[in-house]
C-alpha cells in the first residue's frame, strides 16, 4: 500500500538557558512560535528566530525548524 502524506505548517522553537536547578542540571524553557509561512526559506525563520533572540534575556540553545507531516 502506498503511503501518502500531508504537509502540515512548519513551527519555529528556540530553547534558552534559564539557569541550573537545585541539583545543577540546565532549565530549558522553550518559545514556539505556529503557522511559519510555506514560502519561508530557512534563511528567512533564522533571521526572524535571531530577531526573537534580541528580546530574550536569556541565552539561546537551540533553534528548530520543525516540519509536520501526516502520514496516511
Same mark, same amino acid.
Given at each position: ?37 510555506? +514560502?519561508?526559506?530557512?534563511?528567512? &525563520? *533564522?533571521? =526572524?528566530? !535571531? ?5 530574550? +534575556?536569556?541565552?539561546?540553545?537551540? &533553534? *528548530?525548524? =520543525?516540519? !509536520?507531516?501526516?502520514?496516511?
Amino acid at each position: 500500500m502506498a503511503v501518502s502524506e500531508t504537509k502540515n505548517p512548519s513551527v519555529l522553537k528556540i530553547k534558552f538557558d534559564c539557569g541550573l536547578n537545585d541539583d545543577g542540571k540546565t532549565i530549558v524553557k522553550s518559545r514556539t512560535f505556529s503557522n511559519v509561512a510555506d +514560502n519561508a526559506t530557512s534563511q528567512d &525563520i *533564522l533571521d =526572524v528566530a !535571531n530577531a526573537l533572540i534580541g528580546l530574550q +534575556n536569556h541565552d539561546v540553545l537551540e &533553534i *528548530l525548524k =520543525v516540519d !509536520n507531516t501526516i502520514l496516511n
